[in-house]
């Protein structure tokens, strides 16, 4: 059996430009919060000693949390935004403009 791509297949990221600073900025803070979110998990797995316990602990983790994922972030060295920016700039059209809002 033979299957053929049919005229809704995805065309392929053949040409990958910069992202534009706009999406680059979008594509941070996405990757920002993603981390936030993926610290703040591991924190609750963490025994944090004689400072750890009560309300304090879990009001300023997520505090702490947003802090490691900002530093994480700005080292650019998981590659999160720039996939995000990669994704975003494949739904934009060959003529620059976003899908679904070109003329009508």
């Given amino acids: 059996m033979e299957i053929m791509p049919t005229a809704l297949s995805l065309k392929p990221l053949a040409k990958t430009r910069e992202a534009d600073p706009e999406t ?3 594509a941070k803070k996405f ?3 993603f981390l936030a979110q ?3 998990e591991m924190l609750k797995s963490v025994d944090i000693g004689a400072f750890g316990g009560g309300h304090a602990e879990e009001t ?3 505090f702490l949390a947003r802090a490691f994922a900002e ?7 998981t590659g999160i935004a720039t996939s995000v920016a990669r994704a975003i700039g494949a739904y ?8 679904g809002q070109g003329a009508a």
Avoid: F, L
């Fill in 24 to 26: 680059m900025k979008t």
């Fill in 31 to 33: 990757e920002e919060m």
């Fill in 38 to 40: 993926t610290v703040d």
């Fill in 60 to 62: 300023w983790r997520s």
């Fill in 71 to 77: 530093q994480i972030a700005d080292q650019d060295s």
């Fill in 92 to 99: 934009e059209d060959t003529d620059g403009t976003r899908t």
